[in-house]
């Protein structure tokens, strides 16, 4: 079967930094996204990742490594509004969309 | 400014009552997909139209339709909604289903049953 893994839940301090993990097992890869939701709110789209590396964006940068079917979300100076849900999503051989249940990251003053 | 947009943000409706919920965008996007999420889990798919081509998720239930009849709009009916089907309803669209596409979301219905 097709499976995303992320934690739960993480806790952080404003202002500092915070990595959060995505391992995902899928048929096929054609990419990966990560999405923020604020409670009650809708998904956004933060970034995308096909190729192994970094890629930042301002405050956010994320990381792929396709051999260890692994990326991570990496958020710098965290602010209190970055207080959401974090959501991995892969697109599998298919293009279908398989979506983790998201890490609900928490941010503490 | 809203790109995609569903109505209404809250809806309450009655157990067996038939429910219609309501998507529209401005993006042009050929996609447009229905999730159904439910608190702390991921959104679940439960049908998407590429243009007007319908595809329903193999363990979507019957009581579940959609209807898209141009591109602007998308409709989710829920025949005879049960106490299980309450939850957030996400409409989202993207340009194509390939790589690198992403999915734009509406703010969500957000369905309670009585």
């Known amino acids: 079967g097709q499976n995303i893994d992320q934690p739960t839940e993480m806790t952080a301090t404003e202002g500092a930094i915070v990595q959060i993990n995505c391992t995902y097992q899928t048929s096929g890869f054609n990419g990966l996204f990560w999405y923020q939701q604020h409670a009650g709110e809708a998904p956004t789209f933060l970034s995308y990742?096909?190729l192994d590396g970094l890629e930042e964006k301002g405050r956010f940068s994320s990381f792929l490594s396709r051999s260890k079917g692994y990326s991570y979300l990496l958020l710098k100076e965290l602010q209190m509004k970055d207080s959401a849900s974090y959501l991995c999503?892969?697109?599998?051989?298919?293009?279908?969309?398989?979506w983790g249940a998201g890490t609900k990251l928490i941010i503490k003053p | 400014d809203a790109m995609v947009i569903q109505n209404p943000r809250y809806q309450v409706t009655q157990f067996g009552k038939p429910v219609t919920l309501s998507c529209s965008q401005t993006?042009?996007?050929?996609?447009m997909y229905w999730y159904q999420q439910k608190s702390s889990q991921a959104p679940k798919l439960l049908f998407h139209?590429?243009?007007?081509?319908?595809?329903n998720e193999a363990d979507t239930p019957d009581n579940f339709q959609s209807r898209r009849p141009n591109t602007s709009f998308c409709f989710l009916d829920i025949r005879s909604p049960g106490l299980g089907d309450a939850a957030m309803y996400l409409c989202?669209?993207?340009?194509?289903?390939?790589?690198?596409?992403?999915?734009?979301f509406g703010d969500g219905t957000r369905l309670s049953i009585l």
């Open positions: 989202a669209t993207s340009r194509g289903t390939g790589d690198n596409q992403p999915q734009h």
């Open positions: 993006l042009n996007h050929n996609v």
């Open positions: 999503a892969v697109l599998d051989s298919n293009y279908q969309l398989i």
């Open positions: 139209y590429y243009d007007k081509d319908f595809n």
């Open positions: 990742n096909v």
